[in-house]
């Protein structure tokens, strides 16, 4: 049971460079997220979708673009990345209509922006 | 849009006390939710509170939800080492919303 998987791990970019994060799950959730963790700042929503089709706007989307081709995929995108960026991305998945299901979290995605 | 404070940031504390910690939100929620994190790690489930006056409790950890207040309480009990980790609540108003997170460490 793989649960949320997120690739790669670890990058590192230079300032401009554009890249994806991938984020998959096997669980059928309709809700996915992505999320930005900064030292002090807890976690802040980039971008959400409710289901295929269906993408919005969190707390913190600019320079970042997310598509929802499929129930299983939620990718993330930068398009030209800033030293700004440098963080660790963690995706996270949930179903609807069952709030007593937390969300499921992916391990992480450590990006480092020179 | 929901703000969701938490208190205190860093937490020392020493084997076998009490202490709490707690979780203030700006807007009316029935979803409470607690994690925890270990350095370097995901983020893990502990918690789910969905009504006025939900207690949980596992282990050495016990979180309760006062919807009226807009508060949530992490009590711990005893601590061990093993609890050292940083802590998160969430509220849910169509999106997550995260607090800032309580760091814990136990000391002996």
């Known amino acids: 049971n793989a649960g949320v998987t997120q690739t790669p791990k670890f990058q590192v970019l230079k300032t401009g460079q554009s890249m994806t994060l991938q984020c998959a799950q096997d669980m059928n959730h309709e809700y996915m997220s992505w999320y930005r963790q900064d030292p002090g700042m807890g976690l802040r929503l980039i971008h959400y979708?409710?289901?295929?089709?269906?993408?919005d706007q969190g707390e913190v989307p600019n320079g970042y673009n997310v598509s929802r081709s499929t129930t299983e995929d939620f990718p993330l995108r930068l398009l030209s990345a800033a030293p700004s960026q440098t963080s660790v991305y963690f995706c996270a998945s949930s179903r609807l209509g069952t709030e007593n299901q937390p969300q499921h979290f992916g391990d992480g995605t450590r990006l480092s922006i020179l | 849009e929901l703000k969701v404070e938490q208190n205190p940031l860093f937490l020392s504390m020493q084997e076998e006390k009490n202490y709490t910690i707690y979780c203030n939100y700006s807007?009316?929620?029935?979803?409470l939710y607690w994690y925890r994190q270990d350095p370097g790690k995901s983020l893990e489930s502990l918690f789910v509170l969905l009504s006025n006056g939900a207690v949980k409790q596992e282990g050495r950890l016990m979180a309760s939800l006062d919807t009226k207040a807009r508060l949530s309480t992490l009590h711990i009990t005893a601590a061990v080492h093993d609890l050292s980790a940083t802590y998160f609540c969430?509220?849910?108003?169509?999106?997550?919303?995260f607090g800032t997170g309580t760091s814990l460490t136990v000391i002996p």
């Open positions: 969430a509220a849910n108003l169509g999106q997550f919303y």
């Open positions: 979708s409710v289901g295929a089709g269906i993408t």
């Open positions: 807007t009316t929620s029935d979803r």
